[in-house]
Nanobody, 121 residues
Framework: QVQLVESGGGLVQPGGSLRLSCAAS????????MGWYRQAPGKQRELVAV???????HYADSVKGRFTISRDNAKNTVYMQMNSLKPKDTAVYYC???????????????WGQGTQVTVSS
């Protein structure tokens, strides 16, 4: 059984910072892309940042220059440092990873349970 567990969300004032973490655990053979999505009330889930492979990253235009995604492959963990937060960044943030479980011949996409980020004064 593979699962993703997120942490690090919370309430922050505009201009503040938060760091999200997402750890993959279970019977894992390999992890390909890892990334973050978010869903604001009444809106569709959208890609925020993704690291499809080593030294490759992609960001939504709305977060470029403010958010930074990184990975610790030894810990099967992906992070997202969020700086200069704005009220429009308020959403539930979901971790996403493409993982091949041990003893399985293919890759599956897994999602975390979500963590709330609220930017408000």
């Amino acid at each position: 059984q593979v699962q993703l567990v997120e942490s690090g969300g919370g309430l922050v004032q505009p201009g503040g910072s938060l760091r999200l973490s997402c750890a993959a655990s279970g019977s894992i053979f390999s992890i390909n892309a890892m990334g973050w999505y978010r869903q604001a009330p009444g809106k569709q889930r959208e890609l925020v940042a993704v690291e499809p492979s080593a030294d490759s990253t992609h960001y939504a235009d709305s977060v470029k220059g403010r958010f930074t995604i990184s990975r610790d492959n030894a810990k099967n963990t992906v992070y997202m440092q969020m700086n200069s937060l704005k009220p429009k960044d308020t959403a539930v943030y979901y971790c996403n990873a493409d993982i091949q479980p041990r003893n399985w011949p293919r890759v599956y996409t897994y999602w975390g349970q979500g963590t709330q980020v609220t930017v408000s004064s």
